[in-house]
């Protein structure tokens, strides 16, 4: 395995825009998530939770309501990751309530 997929680390940001954008919804994604995306091999980071309504500057993007933050060891356990059962449960399961989804991945430089 080349040095980029086995030592780079690896950051993904998702951010989802709900259908139904209720407490008690946001509440369940946060929930599927901590269930299912949590304690993956690999994983340095794990956190979801909400827009934060207070900051509301003119650079603050706010058309989100859950976001979802991994940092992987390598990009090996990202794939993995990817191609984890849990990862496509987490998927099927909770994709009819999402309206759009944006994952931003990043590679961490030294």
């Known amino acids: 395995m080349d040095e980029h997929r086995t030592h780079t680390r690896i950051a993904h940001m998702v951010y989802f825009s709900l259908h139904d954008a209720s407490p008690q919804a946001r509440a369940r994604l ?36 859950v976001s979802l933050h991994v940092i992987f060891e390598h990009m090996a356990a990202h ?28 590679i961490f430089t030294p």
């Open 79 to 106: 794939d993995r990751y990817q191609a984890d059962p849990r990862h496509l449960r987490f998927m099927a399961e909770n994709r009819p309530n999402w309206k759009a989804v944006r994952v931003f991945d990043s």
């Open 30 to 65: 946060i929930a599927a998530a901590h269930e299912l995306l949590s304690a993956h091999d690999g994983v340095l980071h794990f956190s979801v939770g909400t827009l934060a309504e207070g900051l509301t500057r003119p650079v603050n993007v706010r058309d989100f309501e």
